[in-house]
């Protein structure tokens, strides 16, 4: 099925800043809700969409990854458990929609005990061809992995956390100074709502422990510099069990010796000697798949260049390869022998006088503009 864009999803244009896509989201979420549809698959379908494209752009990260790389960015190892929706429960569904509001206004009556692990962010470098062409790299990065001891609570094996006696488990004590009540995190527990009294010998009532751990990256075709892969999950564990954050590979391609590129076009040089560029012929290219034939028109100057169609990359987000251009550079014979210098003396001599007009007109138009130069300043 085709995705679709996440902006179209909202309504809204790729400029819209944090303010305008919550609005966008809040009213489509309303008028869309299960709830207010009962029975409804297609609004059900619809309100999944929209939520699923609210919790991209709405984050800074992911919305960057979104922009630069399209749905690409999120469908490795078809992952899709960030865009899980749940209708079991229409109340913890609104309050997912309005939550933000009341809470922005009247303050949060709770500190959320669980806290979700740290995104990273893994760089690797690319040759040309395994960008072109798409490849799994296998690498290894140090992170936080949940404690399997005590399964991220921190307490040891057989115990639980009790709760905090000072806040009754809220994370937050209400202090009255006149008229005014304010909240202020509990000191007992750091806004925790518990306390571990019987620590995990393990990860020493941390619920995570370092580790190094080994993935297997698929990498599309057609990627470039600055591209960046999204891998659900697989960044730091959350704290008291809580859910990983993402990892994000970011993509460098490495210089190539023959070719640059330029979004999906790719430039190369290509020295041929004096008589080809003449005379005209026929010369071998490279390209990312192979070799093609060049035809060669006679009288080619340094610098002209030649497009082949469709010898350039395909990127991830078009559906068409680039071109490939080549650049002409006229080379100077070297190491000439007395036979080959006289017959270069003949072809010289045969051209003539007048700096051989008929035959370099390059040469003829700039010691014109030469002599122009030099007449104007003497009147």
């Not at 085709?2 to 902006?7: A, E, G, I, L, V």
């Not at 040309?128 to 990065?141: M, P, R």
């Not at 470039?224 to 704290?239: P, Q, S, V």
Request: net charge positive; charged share 25%.
């Amino acid at each position: 099925m085709t995705q679709q864009d996440y902006y179209k999803v909202l309504n809204i244009s790729n400029t819209a800043n944090e303010r305008d896509i919550k609005r966008a989201y809040k009213r489509l979420a309303v008028k869309y809700h299960p709830d207010r549809n009962p029975g409804n698959k297609l609004a059900e379908e619809k309100f999944k969409e929209i939520k699923k494209a609210y919790e991209i752009l709405s984050d800074s990260k992911k919305r960057s990854a979104y922009d630069q790389y399209g749905h690409a960015a999120f469908e490795q190892n078809n992952n899709s458990d960030n865009f899980h929706s749940s209708f079991t429960s229409s109340t913890s569904d609104l309050n997912d929609i309005f939550g933000d509001v009341f809470g922005d206004i009247f303050g949060n009556q709770r500190k959320n005990k669980q806290e979700k692990g740290s995104d990273l962010q893994y760089n690797i470098n690319l040759s040309l061809e395994e960008a072109v062409q798409g490849v799994t790299k296998k690498i290894k990065i140090p992170t936080l992995e949940e404690c399997k001891s005590c399964s991220g609570t921190g307490s040891a094996y057989g115990s639980k956390p009790s709760t905090c006696t000072h806040c009754n488990g809220h994370g937050q004590i209400q202090m009255r100074k006149g008229f005014f009540s304010v909240q202020q995190t509990c000191p007992n527990c750091n806004g925790e709502g518990t306390i571990i009294k019987n620590l995990c010998k393990i990860c020493y009532g941390q619920g995570r422990i370092k580790k190094s751990k080994s993935l297997s990256i698929k990498i599309p075709s057609g990627v470039d510099t600055n591209d960046r892969i999204r891998l659900n999950n697989e960044g730091e564990a959350g704290k008291n069990g809580a859910k990983s954050g993402d990892l994000y590979i970011q993509i460098t391609v490495k210089k190539h010796p023959i070719f640059n590129r330029e979004e999906n076009n790719l430039y190369c040089e290509i020295p041929i000697n004096f008589v080809i560029a003449a005379l005209g012929g026929e010369i071998e290219v490279p390209t990312l798949k192979g070799r093609v034939n060049l035809k060669i028109p006679s009288e080619t100057q340094s610098g002209k260049l030649f497009r082949i169609r469709g010898k350039g990359i395909k990127s991830v987000r078009k559906g068409y390869p680039g071109d490939l251009f080549c650049k002409i550079k006229v080379e100077t014979p070297v190491n000439l022998n007395s036979f080959q210098k006289n017959l270069l003396t003949q072809l010289g001599k045969s051209f003539g006088d007048f700096k051989g007009k008929n035959h370099s007109p390059q040469s003829k138009r700039f010691f014109d503009s030469v002599k122009r130069f030099f007449d104007n300043l003497t009147q």
